[in-house]
């Protein structure tokens, strides 16, 4: 079986390299456009005080308190849970003590379950 001839290269090679050319040339722009606007920002930071966003340049206390709160790893949770399984004074002078967390939901499902539906009625619910 014969094959048929293979057809002529119709490819127009000049508009593949003008395409791109265009397509290098307009990333080109584009990273200079961001390497100028980066620049001005980064010029206001250096600044100091608040950008035009709004946004401040300096980290507070407040912003780092959940990272900090997050290093304490093991020996917060070790004292968390301990707070929570066990009984203990919060506040002696005004009587208000802490108990084990499964002791107080117990406590107040049983208060719930003896005042009954018709003590709760102006409780939200």
Do not use: C
Request: proline content about 6%; charged content about 20%; glycine content about 10%.
């Amino acid at each position: 079986m014969k094959h048929p001839p293979q057809e002529p290269d119709v490819v127009n090679r000049h508009a593949i390299a003008m395409s791109g050319i265009g397509v290098t040339v307009a990333i080109a722009v584009g990273v200079v456009v961001v390497f100028l606007l980066a620049g001005s920002s980064t010029r206001e930071l250096a600044a100091g005080g608040a950008t035009r966003r709004g946004l401040p340049t300096e980290v507070s206390n407040v912003e780092l308190a959940p990272f900090e709160a997050e290093a304490q790893g093991l020996e917060g949770n070790q004292y968390a849970t301990h707070f929570l399984d066990t009984f203990g004074w919060v506040d002696r002078e005004r009587g208000i003590v802490h108990v084990p967390i499964d002791t107080a939901i117990r406590l107040y499902l049983t208060r719930r379950r003896e005042t009954g539906p018709s003590a709760r009625a102006g409780e939200p619910r």
